[in-house]
């Protein structure tokens, strides 16, 4: 490695240091590592925001990628948790109202659906589903602390108890009670300043623990490289698309490997 590139990796290293001491569990990259492995920091959470002290959580997996139906667009979970009733969750992470829109949860929830139902079962087997956004503003702007939404029969007045909940915490929403001090901690960036001990304890270990913070860096180099590696592709289209260099030319200016830009180009009818 020359001198150059060990310089330009140092500094990125030190931007990523100081990126990991500003994060906050409500940023998505910090959210990733946060809820890895950590069924009981998930538990908490989607106990205080549903209301079920005794919810308990079997399995929880982050960045959960749903690609079940082909040709349909895929979605990725931040969070995606089965509980002891096989019912599911899953947790999004957001930091600006346009990516909660109500088109969205319901996407996401119908998502969970053709996970969950296999061929030759019956539809009353289909899981309760619960999609939570957990938002940095009111994304209602009415200072409730959870907007909850359900279908109902509008005829009758009733609700529709197809088991598909939809619910909206406002990050903004501070309080005594436990959800208030939820969204606390996770606009905090110091644990010690944070309410519960879990949420503290994983957040002191992914800044303060060598072992923590080497996980958290190579998660920060890993998606500067997948954001590097889009760009590229982006570069390699526009220019397959102006048609001025061969595609040994393009690969050779982009990075990319040269099977790459050719199923670009077939992709694009090039």
């Keep these: 490695m020359s ?8 500094q990125e290293h030190q931007e990523d240091l100081q990126r990991l001491r500003d994060f906050r569990p409500i940023d998505d990259d910090f959210m990733r590592c946060l809820f890895k492995d950590n069924i009981p920091l998930a538990e908490l959470v989607l106990r205080i925001i549903t209301g079920k002290q005794d919810l308990i959580i079997t399995d929880c997996q982050t960045q959960k990628d749903m690609k079940r139906l082909a040709g349909a667009r895929s979605i990725c979970l931040d969070a995606y948790g089965t509980d002891s009733e096989n019912k599911k969750y899953d947790l999004e992470i957001q930091r600006s109202d346009k990516g909660a829109g109500p088109h969205r949860a319901r996407y996401h929830s119908s998502v ?5 139902l296999d061929a030759g079962q019956e539809f009353d ?14 994304f209602y702007g009415m200072g409730e602390p959870l907007y909850v939404i359900e279908r109902m029969n509008l005829t009758t007045g009733k609700g529709f108890e197809d088991g598909e909940h939809i619910l909206y915490v406002n990050g903004e929403y501070r309080g005594e009670s436990d959800l ?20 503290a304890e994983r957040t002191r270990y992914l800044k303060e623990n060598p072992k923590g913070v080497q996980e958290m860096c190579k998660v920060m180099e890993d998606m500067r490289n997948e954001a590097e590696y889009y760009k590229a592709i982006e570069i390699a289209k526009r220019m397959i698309v102006r048609g001025k260099a061969t595609l040994e030319e393009i690969a050779e ?3 990319l490997a040269l ?7 077939v992709k694009m009818g090039m």
């Design 253 to 255: 200016d982009t990075g």
């Design 259 to 265: 099977n790459k830009i050719q199923e670009l180009s």
């Design 180 to 199: 208030g001090k939820l969204m606390h901690d996770f606009c905090c960036t110091q644990a010690d300043d944070m309410n519960f001990a879990l949420m």
């Design 3 to 10: 001198e150059a590139e060990q310089q330009r990796k140092e």
């Design 125 to 138: 087997e289909l899981p309760d589903t619960y999609t939570i956004f957990i938002i940095e503003k009111d």
């Design 112 to 116: 969970m659906d053709i996970e969950n």
